[in-house]
């Protein structure tokens, strides 16, 4: 029998509206030093399962068949007190999202001693010790001072270090390990995947792996199981499945893969998965599109840059004090420039506190600058004090964030999310026509107008990150800034929105900042590429030529850490000659 053994497993969740079968009769074994990555998109059941045998499945699921086995000895019909004694020192569990994940009002010191002392009978300078180990392997600077330190202080990617640092500090036999890497840049990814590697087959331990990134797949896993509404549609070793997979709903999900080795014109419609259907042509839609067009001038796209960053820094004090040399401050961003043409899209890389995200916020006036400047279309944003030029400013720059969901107020219909900006600027001279332009958009991004009454919750991931897209276009901006817009999606879903983002790039000539930690994604979508390290711009270069000829040391470096998916299979792709 194997380390882990899933035997037939069903899983149900009743509601008032009938029963959803989430699992129906899925068979998975884990052995001994082996990972097993699980796959699918939203809704397949990946996480119910990793939930599931862990003891975590919330009501109203509950199992109605099948067995589960560790070692040996059956487990899914133990007792609760039984259960703990199981979960974390034998199993360990890395979720998906860190922030609830950790206990906010305590430290991680406190987090880390707490579940060592409870299963491994350690003292608290033992434990101590050894939570200073577990931040250091994970790639935590300064373990010592971080172990004081409370969650909200982590950026995600170091949360998620320290997620999986408490999953693996018991030694557990068995590790779930949902979605562990989303959040993490290529390097720290590297990293963490090598970690994962490494105490797999040193401590024999065994790991399910579930993540919708095809890249963490063909790296890390030894075998691999496609699961689709509940069920198991395909399973076998790593190398054969990706490279030459037989059931289509498999074929579907590798072409949708963003690839590093080649560039794509356009990524594949994965109908299989979703019946992904053209925006139908509409009065509201021609509406919406000439509305929006009145906006953009195409006559200097190209020539001009629209954006220029000029030395541009960005200071946080992390310790105040009247005394200036006891203060402890950080530099987030340290004398950057570049410059973003009219119609161009310019992807921002570099791992967890780069200072990307600083820079995004920084040009979109979230954050005020510590030096340097903004200029945006001619004019000096950071130096104006004019209402008026800063109003239409605003209105000429959106972003996008990575969390679709928060980035939504729950409590507003479509209609009012998409149309607030719309009414803020008087933009339309009556609320039938902010009507009929909030449902063109809607059209724009493939939702149609039965979307304007519902609330965010009824939408899925993708169908969010499509409203805040909506709601960007709003404004009729020439700028826009996505900052990591699909690092949260299913591969399906998230081929919908990078191709939905081509699409309005070239019709509406919108000018792009992509920031991302996925190079796959930066490669498809994006003419220059700038590279980042601790707060400092390293290289700016022409995309194809930095991903075949980087100039820095830490370029080549980067791209060296990239997950090899030259053998994923190319059936339907249209490869940009």
């Not at 087959?201 to 095809?214: A, S, W």
Request: with cysteine.
């Amino acid at each position: 029998m194997a380390l882990l053994d899933i035997k037939n497993l069903h899983i149900e969740f009743a509601s008032r509206r009938g029963t959803l079968k989430a699992i129906q009769d899925v068979t998975l074994a884990v052995e001994k030093g082996e990972i097993l990555g699980v796959v699918g998109e939203s809704g397949a059941g990946k996480s119910t399962i990793g939930n599931a045998v862990i003891g975590l499945l919330e009501y109203p699921g509950r199992v109605t068949g099948g067995e589960v086995f560790l070692n040996e000895e059956r487990i899914d019909n133990l007792p609760r007190p039984a259960f703990r004694r199981v979960r974390g020192r034998r199993i360990g569990m890395i979720f998906q999202d860190p922030l609830t994940s950790l206990d906010p009002l305590q430290t991680i010191e406190s987090q880390l001693t707490e579940t060592m002392q409870v299963h491994l009978h350690l003292t608290h300078d033992e434990a101590r010790r050894r939570a200073v180990q577990l931040l250091e392997s994970v790639g935590i600077d300064q373990p010592e001072l971080r172990l004081r330190q409370y969650p909200h202080q982590f950026s995600g990617g170091m949360r998620q270090r320290v997620v999986i640092a408490l999953a693996l500090c018991c030694e557990p036999e068995v590790i779930i390990a949902d979605e562990p890497t989303t959040a993490l840049d290529v390097s720290i990814q590297a990293q963490i995947l090598e970690l994962l590697r490494n105490l797999c087959k040193e401590k024999q331990m065994g790991m399910i792996l579930i993540t919708h990134d095809m890249g963490v797949i063909a790296e890390i896993t030894d075998r691999v199981a496609v699961l689709y509404r509940g069920k198991l549609v395909e399973e076998g070793p790593t190398r054969q499945v990706l490279g030459a997979p037989s059931h289509r709903y498999t074929k579907s999900l590798i072409s949708a893969v963003p690839r590093s080795d080649i560039k794509l014109r356009r990524f594949p419609m994965v109908t299989y998965i979703e019946d992904v259907a053209e925006a139908a042509v509409t009065d509201d839609l021609d509406a919406a599109k000439a509305w929006m067009n009145q906006q953009y001038n195409y006559e200097h796209a190209g020539e001009k840059p629209l954006v220029e960053v000029r030395d541009l820094g960005m200071r946080f004090v992390l310790k105040g004090s009247l005394i200036k040399k006891h203060r402890i401050v950080l530099d987030a961003v340290r004398n950057v420039s570049f410059s973003i043409k009219e119609g161009e899209v310019f992807g921002l890389v570099g791992e967890s506190g780069s200072g990307k995200s600083t820079i995004a916020r920084l040009i979109s006036g979230l954050y005020q600058a510590s030096s340097g400047s903004v200029i945006f279309d001619g004019v000096d944003v950071t130096r104006s004090s004019d209402k008026a030029v800063l109003s239409n400013f605003r209105k000429q720059i959106q972003m996008v964030f990575q969390d679709p969901f928060s980035s939504l107020n729950p409590r507003m219909r479509i209609l009012d999310i998409v149309a607030e900006p719309i009414r803020f600027h008087k933009l339309a001279s009556t609320e039938a026509e902010t009507r009929r332009i909030v449902s063109g958009l809607l059209d724009y991004v493939g939702l149609g107008k039965q979307a304007l009454s519902r609330f965010p919750h009824e939408f899925s991931g993708g169908q969010r990150q499509r409203i805040c897209i909506a709601r960007a276009l709003a404004t009729r901006p020439r700028f826009l800034i996505c900052d990591e817009p699909t690092s949260a999606l299913d591969v399906s879903i998230q081929a919908q929105i990078l191709n939905l983002l081509k699409d309005l790039q070239e019709s509406l000539g919108l000018t792009i900042l992509f920031i991302s930690h996925d190079l796959p994604v930066i490669r498809q979508m994006c003419d220059r590429v700038g590279v980042m390290r601790h707060g400092e711009l390293l290289e700016v270069a022409d995309t194809e030529t930095l991903f075949q000829a980087p100039r820095h040391e830490y370029s080549r470096h980067l791209l060296s850490l990239m997950p090899t998916l030259d053998y994923l299979s190319r059936e339907g792709l249209e490869v940009e000659a």
